[in-house]
């Protein structure tokens, strides 16, 4: 079974490999409650997209950048998800809801960027277990 956990692992190594600027916003999972409260006051917010692209989309270079909410087939949208793509469009960013990495790197090469399909990556996934690009050790991820 495929997991959103998953598809954004493809989406992001190439991201990574093609050295484009965004970060993950990690606000799925389950928190217990003292770690909810710290959260939130921290400034953690429902909804907030999967992952924001920080260089503006090549073919569309006035926007902002593109907040992206990735999901698996019959994945919804939440309310708080919905509130925050309009947030974030009235505010010049392009956004995408996208169902899984292969429409994500597709609708990310309409707007002009370099991303390889995702046929290539999930090939190279199933031949060494692990996504084309990926190096956890390339980057600080803990902040």
Known sequence: MVSELSEQIVLVSELRKRKI???SVPNGGYRGKREAVRLKMSGVEKGVPDLLIFDPPP???????????LKVK????????K???????ERGWEVL???GASEALKKLRELGYEVQDAGALYEHRS???KPSGSDP?????TG
Request: neutral net charge.
């Open 74 to 81: 019959g994945g919804r949208v939440s309310k708080d998800q």
């Open 127 to 129: 031949k060494t277990g």
């Open 83 to 89: 509130r925050w793509l309009k947030m974030l469009e």
């Open 137 to 141: 050790s390339s980057g600080d991820v």
């Open 21 to 23: 600027l965004f970060c």
């Open 59 to 69: 073919n569309e270079i006035e926007k902002s950048g593109v907040a992206l909410e």
């Open 97 to 99: 809801v996208c169902y």
